[in-house]
């Protein structure tokens, strides 16, 4: 059935709900089961402990780790510990290994290991073997259920041999190669296996031309691989070329998704993704510690103020125009940030260069700088009748953007220079450090040229 919108999404649930509640379980299971998977997730998670309880009496393992497998991974711990051990592990021997294993990091890890014990051996062991691997890398995101041919097999050997497994491999679109030592040595697409001569030998028929990751590579720098390549899958070697396990493309849509969420966050000046289950407190203690660094970058901000105390007594005006500019420049910057942690996450920044992706931000900031000070100079003159203050505001208004402008796009990229990740330079911090700069930049043009203000 085709993906549901939300509302007959809940048309259809009210239907598999009476048959659920009045314990019709071949009804429930025949309407239920003829969802999609998603669909048949996004109705789980919105049904209370009773009905998810009734849901997990009335499916089969099996059917139950599919709906698991595209239910939100921010929910998926949960629903597991709830569930009968025996029951939730059977779920987990069904599920993809990489999938399981991604749920089984979000669990303390007595409960990991109460899991494991209970699971079938041959489960338990992919399991394990794929927990060792570091988060964020290769190792931890691949799959061992793959379709693995060895060169010296013929055509006609290699798709009987893909007829016995294809039903546990994840996808078959690709089918790796190998020699007698286990070393990733070609591919072969499923279309060029079909279209092959029965009696050719896979060496014959193989390319040789494969890209592989190690696996230790970070999960980052993969899912750009598999996006600038388009490929559906991508190998996974260890040091001696020994083909480990594949990384779907579902697998990288998960990552990606996972690493915008990040970015995202450190972005908005959080220092870890906050998940919509979190509580109050442990929402304020990810977002507190950047909070009280611009705390003490917001003071830095009120002693420069406080320096210029007495051209303010002066000139008293010039306060009106302190959000103005320090707004200003705080948009530009983060503007600039976020073309520049941009162009890192996509590679852009290594094909054209640092220089020139500051050059360019320092152009655009010439060019906006401009613009609005003109723009401003003649308002301002006209609102005040003071062609020298139009120009005092419009020429800090020029600057503050060139050098906002700059800044947002030098400091990420000098982070990242340092294997620091770039988007801690958070739009907040950006903010705050241009706000002091503007406000020195206002200030001291403002001191240097009071004779033609008062």
Known sequence: MEHLEQHERMEMWEKIQKALIDEKIDQFRAEFLELHPYDQAKIFEEQDDDIRFLIYSYLSPEEMAEVIEQVDRDLVAAYIIEMVPAFATKILEHMSTDDAVDILNELDKNKVASFLTIMDKKSSEEIKELLHYEEKTAGSIMTTEFVVIN????VKDAMRHLRKEAPSAETIYYIYVVD?????VGVISLRDLIIAEGDWLIQDVMSERVVSVPVGEDQEDIAQMMRDYDFLALPVVDFQD????????DDIMDVMEEEASDDYSKLAGIS????????????AKKRLPWLVILLFLGMLSATVIGRFEATLEQVAILAIFIPLIAGMAGNTGTQALAVAVRSISTGEMEKKGKASVIWREAKTGLITGLSCGIIITILIAIWQSN??????????????????????AFVPLV?????????????????????????FIYFGLATAFMSFLV
């Open 387 to 408: 062609i020298f203050l139009g120009l005092l505001v419009g020429i800090s208004i020029m600057a503050t953007l060139f050098v906002a402008t700059v800044s947002g």
């Open 415 to 439: 982070m990242h220079r340092f294997n620091i990740d770039p988007a801690v330079a958070s739009g907040p911090f950006i903010t705050t450090l241009n706000d002091l700069i503007s406000i």
């Open 272 to 283: 870890e993704v906050e998940r919509s289950g979190d509580t109050a407190l442990s929402s």
């Open 180 to 184: 007698s030592y286990k070393k990733l």
């Open 151 to 154: 060169t010296k097999m013929t």
């Open 242 to 249: 020994h083909l480990l396990g594949i990384i779907t493309v």
